[in-house]
Nanobody, 119 residues
Framework: QVQLVESGGGLVQAGGSLRLSCAASGRTFNTLDMGWYRQAAGKEREFVARIAWTSGSTYYSDSVKGRFTISSDSAKNTMYLQMNNLKPEDTAIYYC????????????WGQGTQVTVSS
């Protein structure tokens, strides 16, 4: 069992910055990757960014590329999302996801943290 706890959300003006954190605890060995997803009101959850746990390779959606940076601290089992130049369309609940392989692929999700960007 893996627990994921997000933090760092809040209200910010357009052009501002926020840093989200996702702390993993429990059976966190065999992590393949971790990522951020978001869901705006009335819309489906969408991919934001992902980081491969071993190689550190990163992947971004086109909508955040150049503005958001994903990083991780494997010693702390923590992932971060630095969000710069925020736009009102970035307003959403941001979810952390961990993908692990303990004989089978398992995805764990956090409860989410609200990010609101005012114009």
């Amino acid at each position: 069992q893996v627990q994921l706890v997000e933090s760092g959300g809040g209200l910010v003006q357009a052009g501002g910055s926020l840093r989200l954190s996702c702390a993993a605890s429990g059976r966190t060995f065999n992590t393949l990757d971790m990522g951020w997803y978001r869901q705006a009101a009335g819309k489906e959850r969408e991919f934001v960014a992902r980081i491969a746990w071993t190689s550190g390779s990163t992947y971004y959606s086109d909508s955040v590329k150049g503005r958001f940076t994903i990083s991780s601290d494997s010693a702390k089992n923590t992932m971060y999302l630095q969000m710069n130049n925020l736009k009102p369309e970035d307003t959403a609940i941001y979810y952390c996801k961990r993908r692990g392989n303990s004989g089978m692929i398992v995805d764990d999700w956090g409860q989410g943290t609200q990010v609101t960007v005012s114009s």
